[in-house]
């Protein structure tokens, strides 16, 4: 059974840091593209960061670009997102997936971010 569970989420002032979780089980995480994604309140879910299997290359979008960062462990098969700098509008729920290199996805359940003083 395939699991990813999230944590670390919570309510932070205005640049404050927070750092995300994710772990997964029933994987073989080593071979799975790992991404943070985020919806805020009344909007629609969009990529935040991903990290790629193997080379381990990642990606952020321009929103959260030089303020986050996505890391791995396969040891451990977690995924971290690093968020520093925080502001309101990183204000979400924030989902952890795992793309497997052959294609099939999951999603953690969510962790709420809050930025607000």
């Known amino acids: 059974q395939v699991q990813l569970v999230e944590s670390g989420g919570g309510l932070v002032q205005p640049g404050g840091s927070l750092r995300l979780s994710c772990a997964t089980s029933?994987?073989?995480?080593?071979?799975?593209?790992m991404s943070w994604y985020r919806q805020p309140p009344g909007k629609e879910r969009e990529l935040v960061a991903y990290i790629t299997y193997g080379a381990g290359s990642t990606n952020y979008a321009d929103s959260v670009k030089g303020r986050f960062t996505i890391s791995r462990d396969n040891a451990m098969s977690l995924v971290y997102l690093q968020m520093n700098s925080l502001k309101p509008e990183d204000t979400a729920v924030y989902y952890c997936?795992?793309?497997?290199?052959?294609?099939?996805?999951?999603w953690g359940q969510g962790n709420q971010v809050t930025v607000s003083s």
């Open positions: 029933g994987v073989t995480f080593s071979r799975y593209t």
């Open positions: 997936k795992a793309v497997h290199r052959w294609g099939g996805a999951h």
